[in-house]
């Protein structure tokens, strides 16, 4: 099976200029579904994983089941005020601005062994933001994986030192 047939591509979404990969088509298909996480599965598997971190919003929907798959507990990282208790915040830059992201104090313990996920790498900035906070609070980033590579856009340079996967990948818009 093809993963990267169930991706849609839809042009100008969410503005002008932008394409789109929606991976909702991907996960309504049962087959294509449990062949994705069965991938992610296998790239983390002799990793010793111990927490599985999923990135707001879309890294959820694989990142619960991996966690259950490899024996490991979740932990959500999320977008600015949606965490109750006390918290560590990164920020990152945008094309026009800055963005920042939201992890629970005491959501890791150092010495966890973490897996970062998100639905897919573009420029990197995100999962490069994700990878500081969990260093900040001195857990180790054993793996980090994605659905979707946008390889032209090289965020894979900024993360040299990392064991980083992606499952489909595209070459050009
Ligand atoms: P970046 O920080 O530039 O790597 O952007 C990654 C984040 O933005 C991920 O959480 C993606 O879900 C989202 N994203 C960026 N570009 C696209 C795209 N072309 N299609 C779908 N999601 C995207």
Redesign the pocket.
């Known amino acids: 099976m093809e993963l990267k047939d169930l991706i849609r591509s839809v042009p100008n979404f969410p503005k002008e200029g932008?394409?789109?990969?929606?991976i909702t088509t991907l996960l309504k298909d049962p087959n294509g579904y449990k062949e994705a996480l069965n991938q992610l599965v296998k790239l983390a598997e002799n990793k010793e994983v111990t927490k599985v971190i999923g990135?707001e919003s879309?890294?959820f929907i694989f990142g619960g089941a991996l966690a259950e798959k490899l024996n490991a507990g979740f932990i959500p990282i999320r977008k600015p005020g949606k965490l109750p208790a006390a918290k560590v915040s990164e920020s990152?830059v945008l094309e026009y601005g800055t963005d920042s992201i939201e992890i629970h104090k005491d959501a890791i313990q150092p010495g966890d062994k973490i897996l970062l996920h998100?639905?897919?790498?573009?420029?990197?900035?995100?999962?490069?933001a994700a990878c500081n906070l969990v260093e900040k609070l001195g857990a180790e980033v054993v793996q980090i994986s994605f659905l979707?590579e946008?390889t032209f856009?090289n965020?894979r340079s900024k993360f040299e030192n990392y064991d980083l996967h992606s499952l489909i990948q595209y070459d050009a818009e």
């Not at 932008?18 to 929606?22: A, L, N, R």
């Not at 998100?118 to 490069?128: F, I, Q, S, V």
């Open positions: 932008i394409i789109f990969k929606d990135i879309r890294g990152y998100d639905d897919l790498l573009a420029t990197g900035g995100t999962m490069k979707i946008l856009l965020g």
